[in-house]
């Protein structure tokens, strides 16, 4: 367990329960279990790690994968995923809106601010959280088509999960403009650039945590379960099949060590 990839290599599978050769080459990122559970009934296949750290269920060369919550976890799973070399990581994430949004608006994240700490131990803090920009665009794409509306701009990921009384964090959060808050985006990209994944994210707004009426209940929640996360879930699951099947390369960035 010398390098980076003995060490992954080993633990992808004992997080998952999940061979590396039982892994699509597109996966999907979801934080919780019954994403996978929606997936696994639509293309009648087996969910594997009920009993670990992160479930999961593969089909059609996709897989999708319940990672937890919070970006230590995001991390976590972006360096575990290298042992697969996925051509495309999509996150399916859930967030708060901070500005115009309405429950179950979609929000197409163009960038995202590091808010978390967790990638600072990736990159120097002032290096910009950005997506794969042909993933982003095969999103757009696949709601256009569905006639579907939806939000770009920034989302602000955090650490932290109890704020909704702070009011000073919450002016802080109107300053810095940002569209959504969510927990893991800023880690995912960050991370999937370092590992030289390509990585997106389609979020989906289930709350409205800047007035109290808005703060997320058990009761909000499962509204919104019920209204909206099979359309976010079919929105991801068409996209990477859409990418799939064009063969076309999806990193835009070359990645390789300059002279000197």
Known sequence: MKTKSDI???WLPRYTGRPLD??????????FPNYVQMFADRFGVEIMGRDRAMQSATAEDITILNFGMGSPMAATVM??????????????GKCGGLKKTTIGDFILPIAAIRGEGTSNSYLLPEIPALPSFRLQAALMASINRRNLDYWTGTVFTTNRRVWEHDEEFKNYLRTVRASAIDMETATIF???????????ALLLVSDSPMTPEGVKTSISDASVTEKYVRMHLEIGIDTLIELRDSGE????????????
Do not use: T, W
């Not at 360096?79 to 399916?92: G, H, I, T």
């Not at 960050?190 to 997106?200: A, C, L, M």
């Open 8 to 10: 992954v290599q080993d």
């Open 22 to 31: 039982q892994f699509g080459r597109y996966i999907l990122l979801a934080n």
């Open 79 to 92: 360096d575990l995923l290298v042992a697969v070399e996925p051509k495309a990581v999509l996150f399916l």
């Open 190 to 200: 960050v991370v999937g650039f370092v590992n030289h994944i390509p990585k997106g």
């Open 249 to 260: 390369s999806i990193k835009h960035l070359r990645f390789e060590e300059r002279p000197g």
